[in-house]
């Protein structure tokens, strides 16, 4: 086989940072853990042997059917037994599509060119997932992890911050993957928290999100009238809210975000918004 450029691989196969995975990771005996893109299998075999099953999901049918048979040879079948090979897309991946009981933990080395939609909905489709380790494009680590009112703070930081507590958990060398990547990589634990707000509301609040960081130099006034109705309105939301109707999306936390959705279902735009 080769690594398709298309799909992102690029490969882990280096022992050491597999064992630093999977210590991050911090999986139990008694805890399923979720793989998203096992590649070669070279984490699978590492979470393998601490965690108490594995559920590998795998977009490449060549790379999804050659798993089972690495894990045996490697670890032998008493251990490839725990292992559960999904041939599927991350990106479109549903509670149903895997057997056994839901996952608790999330372990993945993401694709760099998905890395952002996959991880946003894994956490929205697998609430049970209650942590998790991702290795991602060293920007997109940045991003993901980001406070309010910094250069990379975007809609990533707030949408992950709906769902989860993220914070940085190291660099990763580009000389442990093949092919050597182009780019540098880095790793983002989180641990899931309670929604930030209704969970109801998560569209209108991600809408806002989005609407405020597409003219992110703009004011809230003038970047959410097309989602509040107006500007008058975006004036009477933040108010509500107590949000400054002049500062910027930056510097808004994701419960910003959260009171001025919540203020808006309860003064909704006269014409859609």
């Known amino acids: 086989m080769r690594p ?45 042997a601490a965690a108490g099953r594995v559920v590998a999901v795998e977009v ?23 292992l559960t090979v999904v041939a599927a897309d991350g990106l479109r991946l549903v509670p149903a599509d895997l057997p056994g009981a839901p996952p608790d933990v999330l ?7 998905v890395a952002v939609p996959l991880l946003l909905g894994v956490l929205e489709r697998f609430p049970s997932i209650g942590r998790g380790l991702v290795m991602v494009q060293a920007e997109v680590a940045d991003r993901l992890t980001a406070a309010p009112g ?45 929604p930030a707000g209704p ?7 991600f809408a806002a999100v989005d609407a405020a960081f597409a003219q992110r130099r703009k004011t809230l006034r003038t970047a959410l009238s097309g989602w ?19 500062a910027r999306g930056e510097t808004l936390a994701v419960a910003d975000f959260t009171r001025l959705a919540i203020a808006r279902s309860v003064d909704p735009p006269a014409c859609g918004g």
């Open 199 to 205: 969970p109801a509301l998560r569209g209108s609040v």
């Open 60 to 82: 490449d049918t060549l790379l999804a059917e050659a798993l089972p048979a690495t894990a045996t040879a490697r670890l032998g079948p008493a251990v490839a037994s725990r």
């Open 150 to 194: 910094g250069r990379v703070y975007g809609v990533p930081s707030v949408k992950v911050a709906w769902y989860a507590s993220a914070r940085p958990a190291g660099a990763v060398p580009r000389a442990v993957f093949w092919p050597r990547p182009n780019v540098d990589s880095s790793l983002v634990a989180f641990t899931r928290r309670a």
């Open 4 to 48: 398709a450029k298309r799909r992102g691989q690029n490969f882990l196969v280096d022992p050491n940072t597999v064992r630093r995975l999977v210590r991050l990771a911090a999986a139990g005996s008694d805890e399923t853990v979720l793989e998203i893109g096992p590649g070669l299998g070279s984490l699978t075999l590492g979470l393998l």
């Open 107 to 113: 372990a993945a080395n993401l694709p760099y060119n």
């Open 228 to 246: 509040a109705g107006s500007a008058s309105t975006v004036e009477r939301l933040a108010r509500a809210a107590g949000v400054d109707p002049s």
